[in-house]
């Protein structure tokens, strides 16, 4: 645990450490996200085109039917590919969310992510002395620690 001194201020700004850490579990979360949206994409892209064919073969479709389940099945892949490929890349978290997020699979760090990047995301209340000693701590947990760890595959 580390020391302050009685003549050190907080820093007004994430420490390299934190900010380098949370931007992994952003990316992480994006790239987990994206493969999950993917994932969803295929199987209802599947599941639409097997139903399509199987109508196909059951009834004799009207070519403007087959036009239209040829449609949908163009829309549904669109609209799948927007809303779980594209919506998690460009959706971004809050540091705050980041460090929550950290923190659920890496107990180590207490509650010490999410108060030091509390601190010093807003104006700063409190003892100098004693925000600079727990962005220090925390900065220390967090270069010794895995934070995608709570981030499934």
């Known amino acids: 645990m580390a020391i302050a001194s009685l003549e050190k201020r907080p820093p007004t700004a994430l420490p390299r450490a934190i900010r380098r ?27 639409v085109a097997a139903v399509a064919m199987a109508l ?12 239209g389940i ?35 699979g890496e107990t180590t760090l207490g509650e010490r992510l999410t108060s030091a990047v509390g601190l010093l995301r807003q104006q700063p209340h409190g003892s100098p002395v004693l925000i600079a000693a727990l962005v220090d701590d925390a900065t220390e947990r967090v270069r010794k620690a895995n934070l995608t760890r709570a981030i499934s595959s």
């Open 70 to 104: 040829w449609c949908t099945w163009i829309a549904a892949g669109t609209v799948a590919l927007l809303r779980g490929v594209v919506r998690p890349m460009v959706r971004r978290m809050t540091w705050n969310d980041l460090a929550a997020v950290a923190e659920s």
């Open 21 to 47: 850490g949370l931007t992994r579990v952003d990316h992480r979360l994006s790239a987990v996200g994206t493969a999950r949206g993917l994932g969803k994409a295929a199987l209802l892209l599947a599941v």
């Open 56 to 67: 196909d073969v059951a009834f004799i479709l009207p070519v403007g039917v087959r036009w």
